[in-house]
């Protein structure tokens, strides 16, 4: 095929994608929760062990700066390279494979001896946590249409709880141990998870292998993006909410650590435990989802973003006031998370890694743009300019949504109105 035309994907000896789901029991979810969130948290768990990091490896603040940049950036690499996999290989072989893969990396970084092996180990770190993502893909296949908004929701809370508890979590092992003993740590429980897996996962993949090369694989995504306008609305959204997330949390140790808090790191890191607080209630969002009422949780969301800034801007004199916006703002990011995954996952679940693994790349755009422009911000202006820079990415977020609200957000309907209902994916060529 030539041009911009698109073909089925082809399948061999699959499962019918109309088949029914396996059921996903409760004990099930919990696991993939868990270990999506000690997947991600490996990406956050340098954050507050730069210094020591640096002390240790004699590094230069700007090579221990890039500490961080590698994680993020083979993070995202990973979304591109590797999250679609999940499309065309038995999920189950891929996320073992995966973790076994992360438990290296995590090694080569409690042992590193040199500032180059620290790096290639955190590049190789955040490359691989990426197993995440198919973990989110694989549950969101597994569950029956009735029920994914719950199930997507349930285990996004374990990927949110291990990125706002793993600073804390390292932060405390560190103390007590040594920076090492984190990752240490890390490859230990990756390791347990990554047998625990192997045994209990399904055999047979989540969805149906295809016919279908690396480089056509890879294509299909930036097809699918072209094609479905809900998908580049949904991207577009979870680039502001988490532009928003990332503004908060980048930078509000900052203004803790000044006067008339002073506190420690570890202080400063049990923030997060107030996070959790919102992420459980992304369950909640899911449940919204299954009842078909994404639109709204979604705008409702918005506003609450929206509004969390509000008692964050008193932070310097009220405690009440950071923990309520807090709260609000996890909730808020947590709700159009999962409604964004829960949505997109609809539009072509044999091509749920693919439609995940590009969204979570403005995911990530998002979050390195909310992290740099908030440090920036706070050096040059204060704690008031970052709270106008979290308020406006919410207020553009609430505005694209009014302005799109009128527009179907049923994949199903979608399909339908193209004539494409039960069409598979694009495959890209």
């Known amino acids: 095929m030539t041009g911009n035309e698109v073909a089925p994907t082809r399948r061999t000896g699959a499962r019918n994608r109309e088949d029914p789901a396996p059921a996903l029991s409760r004990g099930m979810i919990t696991l993939f929760a868990v270990a999506c969130g000690v997947a991600v948290a490996n990406v956050y768990f340098s954050q507050p062990l730069l210094v020591t990091m640096g002390h240790d490896l004699a590094m230069s603040p700007a090579l221990v700066g890039s500490v961080v940049t590698l994680t993020h950036v083979g993070y995202g690499l990973g979304l591109f390279f590797l999250v679609p996999l999940g499309d065309v290989a038995d999920r189950r072989r891929l996320v073992v494979a995966q973790s076994l893969l992360l438990v290296v990396a995590l090694a080569v970084v409690a042992t590193a001896g040199t500032a180059a092996i620290l790096l290639a180990g955190m590049a190789a770190t955040g490359l691989l946590a990426v197993v995440t993502q198919t973990l989110v893909a694989f549950a969101a296949s597994l569950a029956p249409p009735a029920a994914r908004g719950r199930v997507v929701g349930a285990v996004t809370s374990g990927v949110v709880i291990g990125i706002l508890l793993a ?181 072509h679940p044999d091509a749920g890694s693919r439609l995940i693994g590009g969204y979570m790349v403005f995911y990530s755009i998002g979050s390195a743009t909310g992290a740099v422009a908030a440090t920036s911000l706070y050096a040059a202006a204060g704690w008031g300019a970052v709270c106008a820079l979290g308020a406006a990415f919410s207020c553009l977020g609430l505005a694209l949504w009014a302005f799109t609200r009128h527009g179907t957000e049923d994949p199903a309907a979608a399909a339908a109105s193209r004539g494409e209902a039960g069409e598979p994916a694009p495959d890209g060529r």
Request: hydrophobic residues 55%.
């Open 167 to 347: 600073r804390t979590a390292s932060g405390l092992l560190a103390d007590l141990a040594g920076w090492r003993s984190v990752y240490l740590a890390s490859a230990t429980l990756t390791a347990l998870l990554a047998l625990v897996l192997h045994r209990v996962l399904p055999r047979h993949p989540g969805t149906p292998p295809a016919t279908l090369g690396y480089g056509r694989l890879l294509r299909s995504t930036v097809t699918l993006f072209a094609r479905e306008r809900l998908l580049r609305l949904r991207a577009l959204f979870g680039l502001l909410v988490f532009a928003a997330f990332s503004t908060l949390w980048s930078s509000v140790a900052l203004p803790l650590s000044e006067a008339p808090y002073f506190l420690s790191h570890s202080a400063i890191g049990a923030l997060g435990l107030i996070g959790v607080a919102g992420a459980l209630a992304a369950t909640v969002a899911g449940r919204l989802n299954d009842r078909g009422l994404s639109r709204r949780t979604t705008g409702l969301a918005l506003a609450l973003l929206t509004a969390s800034w509000l008692p964050l801007a008193f932070l310097r004199s009220s405690p009440a006031a950071l923990v309520a916006g807090v709260i609000l703002l996890d909730l808020a990011v947590q709700a159009v998370h999962v409604t964004n995954q829960t949505l997109i996952h609809a539009l």
